[in-house]
C-alpha cells in the first residue's frame, strides 16, 4: 500500500492547518499524509497507555472486592477515558497536564 492510498484519521487539512500556524508549509501531499500519519499513531499509543492504566486501576481495585458475586468478566466489562489514567498515559511521553484549580 502507497502512502497516497492510505486515509489516516487525521485528515490532511486538519494537519495542514495545524502545520501553518506553526510556520511550516508542506509542499508535499505525501509528507502533509506522513505527518498525519505519526501523529495518529502518537495519539492511538497514548490511549492505549491510558486503557492499560486503567485496566490496571480496575484489576487492582476488583482484587479488593474479590468476594462481589456479581463482578463482570473481563470482556463485559466497559471503560471510560478518564483524566485519572490520562496523566500517567502523558507524563510517560513528556507531556504535563494539570487540572485547574476549581476541579480539585
Known amino acids: 500500500m502507497q502512502l497516497e492510498d492510505y ?3 487525521i485528515p490532511d487539512a486538519v494537519t ?3 502545520l501553518r500556524t506553526s510556520g511550516f508549509e508542506a509542499a508535499d ?13 502518537f495519539i492511538s499509543d497514548i490511549a492505549n497507555d491510558a486503557l492499560q492504566h486503567c485496566k490496571t486501576r480496575s484489576n487492582n481495585s476488583s482484587s479488593s472486592h474479590s468476594g462481589s458475586k456479581g463482578s463482570k468478566s473481563s470482556k463485559d466489562r466497559r471503560y471510560a477515558l478518564t ?16 487540572k485547574p484549580h476549581y476541579f480539585v
Open 7 to 9: 486515509n489516516p484519521t
Open 16 to 18: 495542514a492547518y495545524y
Open 29 to 41: 501531499p505525501r509528507l502533509l499524509r506522513l505527518i498525519s500519519l505519526a501523529a495518529q499513531k
Open 83 to 98: 483524566m485519572e489514567d490520562l496523566v500517567p498515559a502523558l507524563a510517560e511521553y513528556g507531556i504535563t497536564v494539570k
